[in-house]
């Protein structure tokens, strides 16, 4: 028995050769095979209404069919037995964190498309829908603009910008054939240290409750079904960003070699309406969007009966999600999310699936995960009724995304992926996101003419500048895209300058009139990147203090911090004249370079509070006891 049994009783629980070769034509037209027994398929008519062609379907659909639609299995799992797509009409395929399997949209296109091949050799030929985790750019293909992380986004202030950012990135992820993201994650971060603080929009629901409309509206579009855009994911539901620092549960057999996390897939302790207030807020205005899914978060929530996994919370997901909120979307569970609900397996798909768990991200042993659910609904554990709501959820998506009519890429967008237009709108992201929290004797904007020493970890560093989620999980900070870095950008911006160049200023500073000390974390994405896990600590490397004492005791200085949340940096400050947080800008670090020069203005504002000291974690605007470095909103601005 699982060990939040007694708290799942105590709550009510409502309710993928040789299609290939078309790949080259502009719009792939194809000829689908009408199973034997559809005569009459209205699920096959296009002109029918979509609630008509999903019941039709459903009525010719074995359990095990159904079952197969509500799995989704990663393509390591399956490339060495496509035909199980066919065999066990499974439903769904991701790539998930790992390493970018195609460097070419083609090339993803055309793996996309053999798998897809095998869905629809099925005997009712129903698509495959394929999701990455494009959460700010295509970071699975070499070549995509990247932008700033939602952190950066949320210090710009500006939803329409990040709107336009998600219509970017669906058209460049929708062209290399992938159909989904698995974005925005609409979490409210209210402790720094906890590893996902960068893929929130901030400490204030009222940021996420502003963005999570526009974001989910850019990725999906006007129409779900051109080739521009992508079934969007309100993630983590719910209250991921809530737990508690030392709390995490992931079994650690579960973990990266090496790794502890401490707040990633904690415990939230809160009351429900704090819940409803600061966490739930944000997927009511996706829901309201129409957000086409949503991704249950591995973290558990003690609303004073215990803690519960929230993957195992049928109040949470079947009576407020679906029911209060009227979200008619899927609900999709994280990675290998439903095997932590108990350590009997039959039990936690039982009560994950009762809970209202429409799809499963297994992600590997799958055969497993469809013969346990199958086995549940003949002995009655899971209803059919429960089946058919879940795959009739998941069919409408699939319907809505005219995979039905149109099951192959149609990567005519290729050409524009990484194009001019696209980093334009990239750096104009970046460079509103700059906040700009020290200015003394008004250093900065600066000239452009000036002899400049640049020194620090993140002056010539794509990765590190790119973050997490950018070409694998955890990121790198070998780049293995192409983009400019800040140091780049900065020649670009202002090529009058006189750029001398030290990533630890070992070289003499000679007669430069400035100093530009990039400081930055290494990249890591969940709980690896907790603080105190591991080698992600929130504080200034050796090396960049050093940098910043060399360079800012000899000259005026700027210091820019590349992060993904604030970072201790009150010891370093005493002969630092300006201050700037970058976030995680992304590929074009021109925008770094913008308001550096006063090309643009410094206009963002802190969205997350900054302190004088990790162990002030966690601080939130509105607390009893708030002696931060920085406040939450904090912002000097520049005129250009």
Known sequence: MGAHLPAVLRRPAVLWTALIAALAAAVVTVLVVVPDDASEASYLDPDAPVADRVADLLGRMTVAEKVGQMTQVAVPAIEGAPE???????????????????????????????????AMDSRLSIPLVYGIDAVHGNGALPGAVIFPHNIGLGAAHDPDLAAQAAAITA??????????????????????????????????????????GPVVQGLQGQDLAANTSV??????????????????????????????????????????????AIHLAPFKAAVDAGVGSVMASFSSTDLGDGPLKAHADGYLINDVLKGELGFDGFVVSDWQGVDQVSDDYAEAVRLSINAGIDMVMVPFEYRRFIDTLVAE?????????????????????????????????????AADIGSAEHREAARRAAAASQTLLRNDNAILPLAGDESIYVAGSGADSLGRQMGGWTASWQGSIEAVTKGTSILAGMQEVAPDAAITYSENASEPIGDASVGVVVVAEDPYAEGVGDAGAGEHDMRVSDADAAAIATVCAAVDCVVIVVSGRPIEITSHLAEVDALVAAWLPGSEGAGVADPLFGLTPYGGRLPVTWPRANDQEPMNVGDAAYDPLYPFGFGLQTAV
């Open 84 to 118: 199980d797509i066919a065999e066990l009409g499974i439903g769904s395929l991701l790539n998930g964190g790992a390493d970018a399997l195609h460097d070419t949209p083609e090339g993803w296109a055309a793996m996309i498309d053999g798998f897809q091949a095998e």
């Open 231 to 276: 079934l969007a994911t309100a993630k983590h539901f719910v209250g991921d960003g809530g737990t508690a620092f030392g709390t995490s549960t992931t079994p650690n057999d579960l973990l990266p070699p090496g790794s502890t996390y401490l707040i990633d897939q904690g415990v939230m302790t809160i009351t429900e309406e704090e819940l409803r």
């Open 171 to 212: 058209a460049e992820t929708r062209a290399a054939g992938v159909h989904w993201t698995f974005a925005p994650c609409v979490c409210v971060a209210r402790d720094s240290r906890w590893g996902r603080t960068y893929e929130s929009f901030g400490e204030d629901p009222g940021l996420a409750v502003e963005y999570a």
């Open 377 to 413: 609904v003949d002995s009655g554990g899971v209803s059919e009724e429960r089946i058919d709501d879940a795959v009739g959820r998941i069919l409408t998506q699939k319907f809505a995304l005219g995979l039905f009519e149109r099951p192959f890429a149609d990567t005519t967008g």
